[in-house]
């Protein structure tokens, strides 16, 4: 519990910090009425709600300890009010926004007038939550070198297990109005502790230290925990309330930020102001980082398929650009041939064209393509051959001139392609019948291009290919993106997950045209595979599962071996292998050699199948 604060016996004080917010209107009785007034205290800016009651008032000479000066980015101070109140839900710090290089230093006692505001880290549109703050501000430093008020630990013991409320119906599902519950939800104890100074003892890491010098950590070590170290995000109730992000006060320039995998320990005491931002949510900005003690996770390597099995992959290799530096093509083929074991087949996404990201109209990737197999060759991988089809210039999404599309590779001293009246970007392949057999109409070709549900998209490569005799058809996919979708730490809850309407009819899409095959040959042999931008147990899935026409294979591991991307600490699916019915036995790996580490040649993990067709 936090202990009562004291009145002021400044009678003057308060009547200055009653007109300055507005609650008296100046008359003699108004500023006689002040003398009993309590002055205004950052827990009273804060309240019990996410939104301050005093939003858009004026406050004067509220009182608290500097606890983290961020002289970069979003410039300011947080401030602490020592003598808490009783009340859980209300927090005793705040950041205060000076636009400029603060001029105050950890430690000072100070008084600041200012204008109380909400401020929403990437805009009201992106439905985050707001930060409470007080701007244009009057800052007096009263004294120097004052202790810290004691950091509020968060820990297992503490954190919720139940992640938030549900939104109220009447402000559409809006949890910035109801009062902060912080002994029953995350979202709430998070909230409660906005702007004050926090600590974390010895935490693991679950999401790899990134450019923009962050990592991700988990309080809970127990909490769905991944075979390699991570955390699994099984489900849309799965949230993982014991992740929080790290980040660092102090300037790259002057303190490098520690490099850390997924497994490794963030060892000792991280302490420092608990701010909230756009790329994460609630994150400990540490004035005091603890040390990164790496674990043994390595790169992992799939088995070699035997004679007669088939070997097919897929990989999204990032916007691949004949301007990517030999580096990356090189790690990507190394990639190919070692940890994957040279697939007999590997679908490709996000291969760009010749000039990458230059907007001028060129869409063949004849160049990337070579460069790559070249790579893949010298380092003792086959002499991969390939298959695409181009797309229309900056109609495809993804990078404006960048024109990524999907592709296959092929061994052909093991699989042969069947060509047949190859398509181009707007004629639809589809299913004839040959000697009582599928068969694709146009090989390779685009599935359903004109449908609405591919605009700006990548449109599914189909092929048809022949093993050992036995016809595969494989189709390549990279669905629309998760772009515009609430964070979970959104103020909706639960939050708005506009995408998945695209990816639902891309997935109908596909399905419809599986289901063709089949009713041309019940027992063909069909892979849809690539990144499909969502959950094995999404409404994406269970689309591209209906049914019986697939099944995600991913599904046959371990929960705990589950994921191909690790995104805000939470380590999920977003690539996926889909099998017909007639592949009843394979073998399924998720090859993780990207996703957990901070030094990465793409942010996804392939996956592999193996079965005998």
Do not use: C
Not at 156 to 162: R, S
């Amino acid at each position: 519990m936090r202990s009562s604060h004291p009145r002021s016996a400044a009678v003057s004080a308060l009547v200055a910090t009653a007109l300055a917010t507005g609650l008296l209107a100046g008359t003699a009785d108004a500023a006689e009425g002040a003398a009993s007034a309590d002055p205004i205290r950052i827990h009273d800016i804060q309240g019990t709600t996410r939104i301050s009651p005093l939003n858009g008032k004026q406050v004067a000479d509220v009182a608290g300890i500097v606890t983290g000066v961020r002289t970069y980015g979003s410039r300011g101070f947080w401030m602490q009010d020592p003598d808490a109140d009783d009340d859980a839900a209300t927090s005793e710090g705040i950041f205060v926004f000076t636009n400029s290089v603060p001029t105050v230093a950890v430690g000072d006692a100070v008084k600041v007038s200012g204008l109380v505001g909400e401020y929403v880290p990437g805009g009201a549109a992106s439905g985050n939550q707001s930060v409470t703050q007080i701007s244009k501000p009057a800052v007096t430093v009263v004294s120097s070198g004052n202790a810290l008020p004691e950091a509020t630990v968060i820990s297992e013991y503490n954190v919720p297990a139940e992640y938030a409320p549900a939104g109220d119906p009447a402000a559409a599902g809006s949890i910035n109005g109801l009062t902060l519950d912080p002994s029953r939800y995350a979202l709430d104890f998070y909230e409660s502790l906005e702007g004050m100074n926090v600590k974390i003892g010895s935490s693991r890491v679950v999401g790899a230290t990134d450019p923009h010098a962050e990592m991700w950590v988990t309080v809970k070590g127990w909490e769905n925990t991944a075979k390699r170290g991570g955390t699994i995000y099984g489900s849309y109730e799965s949230q993982n309330t014991g992740r929080l992000q790290i980040q660092q006060l102090a300037p790259l320039a002057q303190q490098p930020f520690p490099v850390a995998n997924v497994g490794d320990k963030l060892t000792g005491t991280t302490e420092g102001p608990l701010d909230f931002n756009q790329f994460g949510g609630y994150t400990l900005v540490a004035r005091t980082l603890g040390t990164v003690k790496a674990g043994t996770l390595a790169p992992e390597k799939t088995k070699a398929q035997s004679p007669g099995e088939l070997a097919v992959a897929t990989y999204n290799v990032e916007n691949l650009d004949p301007g990517d530096p030999q580096e990356k093509f090189d790690n990507l083929a190394k990639a190919v041939v070692e940890n994957l074991s040279s697939p007999d087949i590997v679908a490709l996404e996000e291969i760009q064209d010749n000039n990458g990201a230059k907007n001028d109209g060129t869409v063949s990737a004849e160049e990337t393509l070579q460069k790559f197999t070249a790579a893949i060759a010298a380092a003792g991988g086959p002499a991969y051959q390939w298959r695409t089809i181009n797309p229309e210039n900056n109609k495809d999404g993804g990078e404006p001139g960048g024109n990524i599309r999907q592709v296959f590779l092929f061994n052909p001293a093991r699989v042969s392609f069947t060509d047949r009246a190859a398509g181009d970007s707007f004629t639809a392949t589809g299913v004839s019948k040959e000697n009582g057999k599928a068969a694709l109409t146009h090989s390779p070709g685009r599935i359903d291009p004109a449908n609405p549900a591919w605009t700006d998209s990548r449109k599914p490569l189909a092929g048809e290919f022949v093993f050992r005799g036995r016809t595969v058809f494989v189709i390549a996919n990279h669905f629309s993106s998760k772009g515009g979708d609430e964070g979970l730490a959104s103020q909706h809850q639960p939050p708005v997950r506009k995408s998945e309407e695209k990816r639902l009819l891309q997935a109908q899409a596909v399905n419809a045209f599986v289901k063709e095959i089949l009713a041309a040959d019940k027992n063909a042999n069909v892979l849809a595979l690539g990144d499909i931008n969502d959950f094995e147990f999404s409404g994406t899935a269970k689309a591209l599962e209906d049914g019986g026409a697939l099944y995600s294979a991913i599904k046959s591991l371990p929960k705990a071996e589950r994921y191909s991307y690790v995104y805000q600490g939470n380590a999920q699916v977003l690539d996926q292998i889909l099998t017909s019915p007639a592949i009843k036995s394979f073998t399924y790996d998720s090859v993780h050699i990207n996703a957990e580490f901070s030094a990465q040649n793409s942010d996804h993990d392939p996956q592999v199948l193996r079965f005998r067709p």
